[in-house]
């Protein structure tokens, strides 16, 4: 059973206009979630988290937005750019170390 | 955050041997994981690595087949034993860091197996 979930494998977007990347998870006991960046032949970079005491946290051209009655949470990244072409992936746990990761979108920036 | 390297980076292996996975810190660092993601799959937690004592593994890896050591605060080898090509995988490890229940991750660059 997949408990965090990205349902688009991948996403096409032109530079400039807004990236949507979305992940759903079915734990509600999650209060803890990760945003990765992973460029091919790289380890996934951190990005951003969200605490479910929070419904949005914004971080430069990145903002992740938690709606908790919905099990939802998104990416936005605003104006998207060639560079953040990458897979991305969203993280949960429910207040411990370990994270379970959704599978990821690729998301594609056209010039 | 910390700088994490893993060694080797990639590696072809014959089905039936065995590799190991390095992965240093350039500082001390309290917990420490391996994770395996598999073609078009998540990340996907092997156990995590304890200082002076033994592994603790997920459900689904074992010992025998992944044995790990942590010998200090900053060092950390993943063996993936008796490969076969469902081995075939990137291997990486990770760093917590973080207070209180928020814990972020950081990660290595991986090391991309292939088992033929």
């Known amino acids: 059973d997949q408990q965090v979930k990205q349902n688009s494998p991948s996403l096409s977007v032109q530079e400039g206009r807004i990236s949507i990347l979305n992940c759903d998870y079915t734990?509600?006991?999650?209060?803890?979630f990760l945003w990765y960046k992973k460029y091919p032949a790289e380890g996934p970079t951190f990005l951003i988290s969200?605490?479910?005491?929070?419904d949005k946290n914004e971080d430069g051209r990145f903002t992740v937005f938690l709606n908790k009655s919905a099990k939802h949470l998104s990416l936005h990244i605003v104006p998207s750019q060639p560079g953040d072409s990458a897979v991305y992936f969203c993280?949960?746990?429910?207040?411990?170390?370990?994270?379970?990761f959704g599978t990821g979108t690729r998301l594609k920036v056209l010039a | 955050s910390a700088v994490i390297s893993q060694k080797p980076s990639r590696d072809i292996c014959q089905r039936g041997t065995s590799l190991t996975i390095q992965c240093q810190v350039d500082?001390?660092?309290?917990?420490m994981f391996w994770y395996r993601q598999q073609p078009g799959q998540s990340l996907t937690l092997i156990a995590t690595a304890n200082q002076g004592s033994e592994a603790t593994y997920e459900s689904g890896f074992v010992i025998d087949k992944f044995p790990i050591s942590r010998p200090n605060l900053t060092f950390s080898t993943l063996t993936v034993s008796n490969m076969s090509p469902e081995d075939s995988s990137i291997y990486l490890c990770?760093?917590?860091?973080?207070?209180?229940?928020?814990?972020?991750?950081?990660f290595g660059p991986g090391t991309r197996l292939t088992v033929t």
């Open positions: 990770s760093v917590a860091s973080g207070q209180g229940l928020s814990y972020e991750q950081y």
């Open positions: 500082s001390q660092v309290t917990m």
């Open positions: 993280a949960a746990s429910s207040g411990t170390y370990k994270y379970i």
């Open positions: 969200i605490s479910s005491i929070k």
């Open positions: 734990n509600s006991m999650f209060d803890y």
